[in-house]
């Protein structure tokens, strides 16, 4: 661009510029008036698209080689064409099930495969005397008629389990088998906090409640549990599940477990010794079992406390001498420490008893039983079922009466245990030991956040 013309163009824009100061109405209604006119300009002289039915039309015609029949039955017999649809379900067995009800409940109204169990010797053994929350696995084709049908079960002794397997065959004949198979142990970990009772927070963290009778058995020589819950209080715990392919069938051991209340923290980890038996002990080695346990029951509440109370049948304030646990009859009752059975007979208003002497002529009376379940001379140790619950003697109601007696001095059963001392693990194992607790700490510290991580 050329000197002289680079000034003309220089000038008109600042001419431009200063008319637009003064008149700027003007100017933007004269541009709106250019740019209106430009684009009807531009509509009026755009080319018009040429008329279809003016565009020639042409024919194609082309050979298609048809595939052969062999071809043909190929395709159709290939998987993505034959395989039929294969449904899966699965229920759990209830203690009025039939065959009819449990196969409409698993959506296989077949009945062919109805008679087979309830006929057949072997698949019979899935609905026996009632057998409720048994699950079952079934297998049916797209026209509802089954394939497979598999149950697992836990065998007599509950060490291993047992399989049920029902299938139909290439030519469509229905076979049952039973398979044995062992137990295999998982690990699972739960936290949960306080809001009313125990067994209302282990409900709500779904933990099962032989869980939460182990947790509860595990510090109650420390924790008085119908007593001394705070609500806030917490507590993780790290499990065993014992599981038939993959399925839990029951659950196992408490392996390790924290419990804060009010404030203060409570921990125990088991610890099994070669050749001994096996125990709970705080993370630093010491015993978290006690000479004597608290509680000859499964955690049950206790119905009349120590001392002074009015006595049921002779009415009166009169010296209780022991503690009253109230349960239903039948209820298995244990010894509370490792002893001898000094008696075991019907004594006075006692009714069935049991005597054990332990340690330092101190000796645990266990009164009102419904049945003896060992002999005088008998040795006993901790925990061990002696006896059950019952209502003999002069007795108002099933309980079990427990006293406990310091050479011949009758003692508050419930501050023994507290007051017993502990055993710490022995020096020569005492590194097994650390490997083991330091792997339940970071395991139980998992289980904790669990529960932070769902109250974020």
Same mark, same amino acid.
């Given at each position: 661009?050329?000197?002289?013309?680079?000034?003309?163009?220089?000038?008109?824009?600042?001419?431009?510029? &200063? @008319?637009?100061?003064?008149?700027?109405?003007?100017?933007?209604? *004269?541009? =709106?008036?250019?740019?209106? $006119?430009?684009?009807?300009?531009?509509?009026?002289? /755009?080319?018009?698209?040429?008329?279809?039915?003016?565009?020639?039309?042409?024919?194609?015609?082309?050979?298609?080689?048809?595939?052969?029949?062999?071809?043909?039955?190929?395709?159709?017999? @290939?998987?993505?064409?034959?395989?039929?649809?294969?449904?899966?379900?699965?229920?759990?067995?209830?203690?009025?099930?039939?065959?009819?009800? !449990?196969? +409409?409940?698993?959506?296989?109204?077949?009945?062919?495969? +109805?008679?087979?169990?309830?006929?057949?010797?072997?698949?019979?053994?899935?609905?026996?005397?009632?057998?409720?929350?048994?699950?079952?696995?079934?297998?049916?084709?797209?026209? #509802?008629?089954?394939?497979?049908?598999?149950?697992?079960?836990?065998?007599?002794?509950?060490?291993?389990?047992?399989?049920?397997?029902?299938?139909?065959?290439?030519?469509?004949?229905?076979?049952?088998?039973?398979?044995?198979?062992?137990?295999?142990?998982?690990?699972?970990?739960?936290?949960?906090?306080?809001?009313?009772?125990?067994?209302?927070? %282990?409900?709500?963290?779904?933990?099962?409640?032989?869980?939460?009778?182990?947790?509860?058995?595990?510090?109650?020589?420390?924790?008085?549990?119908?007593?001394?819950?705070? &609500?806030?209080?917490?507590?993780?715990?790290?499990?065993?599940?014992?599981?038939?392919?993959?399925?839990?069938?029951?659950?196992?051991?408490?392996?390790?477990?924290?419990?804060?209340?009010?404030?203060?923290? #409570?921990?125990?980890?088991?610890?099994?010794?070669? $050749? +001994?038996? =096996?125990?709970?002990? $705080?993370?630093? $080695? &010491?015993?978290?079992?006690?000479?004597?346990?608290?509680?000859?029951?499964?955690?049950?509440?206790?119905? @009349?406390?120590?001392?002074?109370?009015?006595?049921?049948?002779?009415?009166?304030?009169?010296?209780?001498?022991?503690?009253?646990?109230?349960?239903?009859?039948? %209820?298995?009752?244990? %010894?509370?420490?490792? =002893?001898?059975?000094?008696?075991?007979?019907?004594?006075?208003?006692? *009714?069935?008893?049991?005597?054990?002497?332990?340690?330092?002529?101190?000796?645990?009376?266990?009164?009102?039983?419904?049945?003896?379940?060992?002999?005088?001379?008998?040795?006993?140790?901790?925990?061990?079922?002696?006896?059950?619950?019952?209502?003999?003697?002069?007795?108002?109601?099933?309980?079990?009466?427990?006293?406990?007696?310091?050479?011949?001095?009758?003692?508050?059963?419930?501050?023994?245990?507290?007051? @017993?001392?502990?055993?710490?693990?022995?020096?020569?194992?005492? &590194?097994?030991?650390?490997?083991?607790?330091?792997?339940?700490?970071?395991? !139980?510290?998992?289980? /904790?956040?669990?529960?932070?991580?769902?109250? +974020?």
């Amino acid at each position: 661009m050329t000197r002289p013309l680079l000034h003309t163009l220089a000038q008109l824009i600042g001419a431009t510029s &200063q @008319s637009l100061s003064r008149h700027p109405r003007r100017i933007m209604g *004269g541009l =709106g008036v250019l740019l209106l $006119g430009t684009g009807v300009t531009a509509f009026g002289i /755009a080319p018009l698209a040429p008329d279809a039915s003016n565009i020639p039309v042409h024919q194609v015609i082309e050979a298609l080689n048809a595939p052969a029949q062999a071809d043909l039955d190929a395709l159709a017999a @290939s998987p993505l064409t034959a395989a039929p649809m294969v449904l899966f379900r699965t229920e759990a067995t209830r203690r009025d099930d039939t065959a009819q009800s !449990l196969l +409409q409940r698993l959506g296989v109204p077949d009945s062919t495969a +109805q008679a087979f169990l309830r006929n057949d010797p072997l698949a019979r053994q899935l609905l026996q005397s009632g057998r409720a929350g048994r699950l079952v696995s079934v297998e049916a084709t797209d026209r #509802h008629e089954l394939l497979r049908l598999t149950a697992r079960w836990l065998s007599a002794d509950e060490s291993n389990f047992t399989r049920l397997v029902v299938e139909k065959s290439d030519s469509g004949v229905l076979n049952s088998r039973l398979e044995q198979g062992a137990l295999t142990a998982s690990t699972r970990l739960a936290s949960g906090t306080i809001r009313s009772s125990l067994f209302a927070a %282990t409900d709500a963290a779904n933990i099962p409640e032989p869980i939460a009778i182990q947790l509860a058995e595990m510090f109650s020589s420390n924790i008085d549990f119908r007593r001394d819950l705070r &609500q806030g209080d917490r507590f993780s715990v790290v499990y065993e599940s014992l599981e038939a392919d993959g399925e839990s069938l029951r659950t196992g051991r408490v392996l390790s477990a924290e419990f804060v209340n009010d404030g203060t923290e #409570h921990e125990a980890v088991w610890f099994e010794e070669p $050749g +001994q038996k =096996g125990g709970y002990y $705080g993370f630093d $080695g &010491q015993s978290a079992r006690r000479y004597y346990l608290a509680s000859p029951l499964e955690f049950s509440r206790v119905s @009349s406390g120590y001392g002074i109370r009015f006595h049921p049948i002779t009415g009166g304030r009169k010296a209780h001498m022991g503690v009253d646990y109230a349960a239903p009859t039948g %209820t298995p009752v244990r %010894t509370i420490g490792d =002893g001898t059975v000094e008696f075991a007979g019907v004594q006075r208003g006692y *009714g069935n008893v049991i005597y054990v002497r332990h340690r330092n002529n101190q000796v645990t009376v266990y009164a009102h039983l419904s049945r003896i379940g060992v002999r005088q001379g008998q040795r006993v140790g901790q925990g061990d079922f002696i006896g059950a619950v019952g209502t003999t003697g002069a007795s108002t109601g099933p309980h079990l009466h427990l006293e406990f007696r310091d050479n011949g001095v009758h003692v508050d059963p419930l501050s023994i245990a507290r007051q @017993s001392e502990s055993i710490p693990v022995s020096p020569a194992l005492r &590194q097994r030991f650390d490997a083991v607790a330091q792997m339940q700490r970071l395991q !139980l510290d998992a289980a /904790a956040s669990i529960q932070q991580a769902s109250a +974020q």
